[in-house]
C-alpha cells in the first residue's frame, strides 16, 4: 500500500448510471489530484485540489464531478458516462509549498462503461 | 501548453542487458524532472532531479537531468525480470503541484 486508497478497485458501470469513486490519503498531505489514463495515451491531469480548494479543472466533461470535504478525501462523481470514458482513473497526493514534490499515486479504479 | 515525451515507446531486453530511456520536455518555468515505474496500477516514485548533470542512483537505477537540451535518461543496469513495467517521466513546475507526464516506455525483460 502506499498511503492512498481507492476504491472500488475495479468498476462496471452503464451510461445511466450514476456512481462515485473514492480516495482517502493518510499522509499528511495537502493536495490531491485525479488523473485519467487510457490506453497509449499520457497520464491526464483531471482535476487539483490544494487546501481543499479546486485550483485545477482541465476542460473535462461536467459529467466528471469533484469532491474535496476535507484534505484527507477526494472523490470523482459520475454520471451519463460514455463508452471512451472507460480508463484506469488514478488519484494521487502531495504536499503543498514553494518546491515541487512527487506525487504518490493509489493503485487506481478501473472503470469501464458499457 | 507544456509537453513530455518518451522515447522509445517499448523496448524488450534479456536479463543482463543495459537499458536507457529518454525523456525531452518543454514546460514553462520548469523545477523539476520526476521519474516514475508503473508495474501495474500504482506509478511508484524513482527519481526526482532539479539539478543538471547531477546523477542520481538508486541501486541499479540512474538518472541524469541536463535543463540546457531539455531532456533527462533513466538508466537500468544488469536488468531482472522485475524490471519489466511502464517507466513514466514528468515535468514539474516551480509554482503549484500540477506534473505533465509522458506517455510512458514499456519495458519487458526476458528471462
Known amino acids: 500500500e502506499t498511503g492512498v486508497t481507492q476504491t472500488p478497485r475495479h468498476l462496471v458501470m452503464g451510461m445511466t448510471n450514476k456512481k462515485s469513486l473514492k480516495c482517502e490519503q493518510h499522509l499528511g498531505h495537502n493536495a490531491m489530484y485525479w488523473y485519467k489514463q487510457s490506453a497509449k495515451k499520457p497520464l491526464e491531469l483531471m482535476f487539483v485540489?490544494?487546501?481543499?480548494?479546486?485550483?485545477e479543472n482541465n476542460s473535462v466533461p461536467s459529467r466528471f464531478s469533484p469532491e474535496c470535504p476535507n484534505s484527507s478525501h477526494l472523490f470523482l462523481h459520475l454520471h451519463t458516462l460514455q463508452p471512451e470514458d472507460s480508463a484506469l482513473y488514478l488519484c494521487?497526493?502531495?504536499?503543498?509549498?514553494?518546491?515541487?514534490?512527487?506525487?504518490?499515486f493509489g493503485s487506481g479504479t478501473r472503470l469501464t462503461v458499457v | 501548453e507544456d509537453k513530455v515525451v518518451q522515447s522509445p515507446l517499448s523496448l524488450v531486453v534479456h536479463e543482463g542487458d543495459t537499458v536507457t530511456l529518454n525523456c525531452s520536455y518543454e514546460?514553462?518555468?520548469?523545477?523539476?524532472l520526476l521519474w516514475y515505474k508503473q508495474e501495474k496500477k500504482a506509478p511508484t516514485f524513482l527519481f526526482m532531479l532539479?539539478?543538471?548533470?547531477i546523477e542520481k542512483k538508486s541501486g541499479r537505477l540512474s538518472s541524469i537531468l541536463d535543463k540546457k537540451e531539455l531532456f533527462s535518461i533513466l538508466n537500468i543496469t544488469a536488468t531482472q525480470t522485475g524490471d519489466s513495467a511502464v517507466y513514466l517521466c514528468a515535468g514539474g513546475k516551480a509554482a503549484g503541484n500540477k506534473l505533465t507526464f509522458g506517455g510512458g516506455t514499456r519495458v519487458l525483460v526476458k528471462p
Open positions: 514546460v514553462t518555468n520548469f523545477r523539476s
Open positions: 494521487a497526493s502531495s504536499p503543498t509549498g514553494p518546491r515541487h514534490y512527487g506525487y504518490t
Open positions: 532539479t539539478s543538471s548533470g
Open positions: 485540489y490544494s487546501l481543499e480548494e479546486r485550483v
